[in-house]
């Protein structure tokens, strides 16, 4: 029996993408929410979880740093999906007719020039996917969806233009997440590790934790911070660094932070994907 990956979405979605050139092997799970995916893998329904956390276009992915820390789980990879928008509508139909588009709220946005250009209005769904699923279901000439490939081979609809997203660096960061880490691999690439912390009530705890990393040597590609339980004065930050726990620099680094948080959760160590160059 193959193993099982969750993802959020429908069939076709982009996180079912990411499932399928990640793991091509394993059998993708559609889940309602990101929370049905979480629970899927802590379930043993799953055997991993792909969970979107960041696009080059809209940022940070709503809630999933709010989830992540007390998910249970643990990451043990990362991919990249390239998001190619696609125009897709029934077969006979073509672009001419076109006069709405479906699709999710943050990709509309993301073809504006050329729904513009053809004088196509932009119709708000709850998902690409879903909205791929619906055109087909209605079967109206003048409909069509915003969304991948994938959702219009699956829904049996005509790709009438390709690509027609506004920039050509849309690009969703996935992790992939399991009920166990696994510290004992070293990627081709280098290494990450990610972790979340709070630091102590003292002056200059922030700068004075970060300061490790640098005297170190230890390169630090992301740091953001967000409040915690809708609270003005706790603030939880989420980091990811170049290296492995075991990397000498890497834990002094860690050492020196510890000393000036509150809390610290390493939610994973996993190999670098080269795509991130």
Known sequence: MPETIAFQGELGAYSHEACLNARPDMEPLPCRTFEDVIDAVRSEKADLAMLPVENTIYGRVADIHRLLPNSGLKIVDEAFVRVHINLLAVPGAQ?????????????????????????????????????AREVAERGEKHAAALASELAGEIHGLKVLARHIEDTDSNTTRFL??????????????????????????????????????????????????????????????????????????????????????????????????????
Do not use: W
């Open 176 to 277: 992939l997440m399991a009920r166990e880490g696994d510290n004992t691999r070293r990627g081709e690439h280098g290494m990450m590790t990610t972790f979340v912390f709070q630091v102590r009530n003292i002056p200059a705890a922030l700068y004075k934790g970060m300061g490790g990393f640098a005297t170190n040597g230890v390169n630090m590609t992301k740091l953001e911070s967000y409040m915690v339980d809708g609270s003005f004065t706790a603030t939880q930050f989420y980091a990811d660094i170049e290296g492995h726990p075991d990397d000498a620099p890497v834990a002094r680094a860690l050492e020196e932070l510890d000393y000036f948080t509150d809390m610290l959760n390493i939610l994973g160590t996993y190999p670098r994907d080269p795509r991130r160059d």
């Open 95 to 131: 672009l001419s007719d076109i006069t709405e588009a479906h699709s999710h709220v943050v990709l509309l946005p993301q073809c504006a020039k050329f729904l513009a250009a053809h004088g196509i209005r932009g119709r708000v769904n709850a998902d690409n996917a879903r909205a």
